[in-house]
């Protein structure tokens, strides 16, 4: 089981961070550090989405983020550098040339975004491919995994994964990792989590390793929380290594870990095992 250390704009547009998050990020176990290749040019002014999130805003927000070509090849070579795997995930089609000339290994396609990139597929050059299902129907999921088997694409992993910032539990879907497995013929698997890890103590990323996920994807900073936008669904070091031991661990272990009972159970269970 593979851990992807998502990350995302945690950085704040800085390379200098982004660097030492590599660095932290491999000490702690990742397997493949990853960013984000959104541009703001790519951003389209919709009148309805002004309430919610104004374009100027909106705009220069993403253009503060924006790493250079320079600065990809520099995250790029900190990851070779430091024993990870590089991946960044494309937004746009057009992107493929800059995308091969960085020189990442691996690439990932948002749920969102795969209309905009799968028919450039073939123009970029990767060894795994990884799809966010996000914002995908199930007749989208098949759709598209019916292109990439046509495309002879073999190497790829659907993560199953909820568009939804911090993702409540009741909307993790975990059920869907067997049934993509066992329904959709899909060989492997993983799961892209953004549920917040201050609340529910790493449970749900610990209950899809326990699944037998190919590959885990979680957000990960090196500042405090309230220091970038997606602080609050992002992992810290010591998370990530926590997720780590827990997925290097035999399978009945996790089970023991797991289902340990609580004082309430033990309770229970001297209770009705004495008492009757």
């Given amino acids: 089981m593979k851990i992807i250390a998502e990350m995302c704009q945690n950085h704040n547009g800085k390379i200098s961070t982004l660097q030492s998050m ?18 703001a040019r790519d951003l389209i002014n919709w009148k309805e989405f002004e309430d919610f999130r104004p374009y100027e805003k909106e ?21 070779k550098t430091h024993g990870v795997k590089p991946m960044t995930t494309i937004f746009n ?12 290994e691996d690439l990932k ?8 990139v799968l028919p450039y597929i073939k123009t970029f050059n990767f060894k795994r491919l990884y799809i966010s299902t996000s914002s995908l129907s199930l007749k989208e999921i098949n ?32 059920q869907n990792i067997d049934f993509f497995r066992n329904e959709l013929q899909i060989e492997k698997v993983g799961f892209s989590d953004h549920s917040n890890p201050y609340e529910d103590n790493l ?6 390793i326990y699944q037998g996920i190919e590959v885990l994807e979680r957000h990960f900073t090196i500042l405090k929380p309230e220091d970038t ?11 990530l290594s926590e997720l ?28 009705y095992r004495n008492r009757f």
């Avoid at 250079?68 to 790029?76: G, H, L, M, P, W």
Wanted: aromatic share 10%; with cysteine.
């Fill in 22 to 39: 590599v660095v932290r990020a491999a000490k702690s176990g990742a397997d493949i550090c990853k960013i984000q290749s959104i541009k």
């Fill in 59 to 79: 705009y220069e927000r993403l253009k503060s983020l924006e790493l250079s070509i320079d600065d990809e090849k520099r995250f790029v070579a900190a990851c």
């Fill in 93 to 104: 089609g057009r992107d493929a040339r800059r995308f091969n000339k960085v020189g990442y």
């Fill in 109 to 116: 396609i948002s749920g969102y975004s795969v209309n905009k």
């Fill in 143 to 174: 759709k598209f995994k019916k292109i990439l088997d046509n495309k002879g694409i073999k190497d790829y992993t659907f993560l199953n994964c909820t568009c939804i910032y911090p993702t409540p539990l009741d909307k993790l879907n975990l």
């Fill in 203 to 208: 449970l749900s990323s610990k209950l899809a």
């Fill in 229 to 239: 936008r997606d602080g609050k669904v992002s992992i810290t070091p010591d998370m």
């Fill in 244 to 271: 780590k031991r827990f997925g290097e661990l035999s399978k009945v272990q996790q089970y023991e870990e797991l289902n340990e009972f609580n004082e309430t159970q033990k309770f229970n269970h001297n209770y």
